[in-house]
């Protein structure tokens, strides 16, 4: 991510992100908690999805940590 603090932007009908964009999509690394926050997901990004290296995290305690391709583990 950048240096520079950068306040955690909502998306219309999604959860918070905090982390890198391009084009005013999440793009890079970020973390985003997802509008039912029962989801939070940390790692890469590109064009908007989740992609490459990450850790999804649930409510309940669970967590997948690992690959994501266009979005899916």
Do not use: C
């Not at 982390?19 to 890469?44: I, P, Q, S």
């Amino acid at each position: 991510m950048s240096g520079a603090f950068v306040p955690p932007a909502v998306y219309p009908g999604h959860g918070p992100y905090k982390g890198d964009t391009l084009e005013g999509l999440r793009n890079g690394n970020g973390k985003y908690r997802f509008a039912n926050a029962f989801y939070e997901y940390e790692g890469e990004w590109a064009n908007g999805v989740m992609q490459g290296d990450g850790v999804l995290r649930m409510a309940d305690g669970g967590s997948y940590e690992g690959q994501f391709d266009n979005g899916s583990m």
